[in-house]
């Protein structure tokens, strides 16, 4: 058991430490992510001049380029925003109904 919680707790720091906030980024580090370009890296770091990203659908929102495919991409490459990473809305239930 204390061998369990301590590669949990392993696993977590590790991850924590791939983890790069949106918020606080500088242009070399948001360039360093994997899916971001210069381009992209610009468009974040003006969009950011107007205040913080409050989550990842204000990213959206506010940085052209930036849809839910490219937000999983983003996050999976270790971007946060807020500390959390990019959650994939669920998929509505399949209620086996056909559409008319």
Request: net charge positive.
């Amino acid at each position: 058991m204390l061998k369990q919680l301590f590669a949990a707790l392993c696993c977590a720091l590790s991850l924590s430490a791939l983890a790069l906030e949106v918020n606080t980024a500088n242009e070399a580090e948001l360039d360093s992510v994997r899916g971001l370009g210069p381009a992209s890296t610009a468009r974040i770091l003006k969009a950011r001049e107007q205040g913080l990203f409050k989550d990842w659908a204000d990213l959206m929102q506010r940085v052209k380029g930036i849809k839910a495919a490219t937000a999983a991409k983003l996050s999976k490459a270790g971007l946060t925003v807020n500390q959390l990473p990019y959650l994939t809305p669920l998929a509505a239930p399949d209620t086996g109904a056909k559409l008319p």
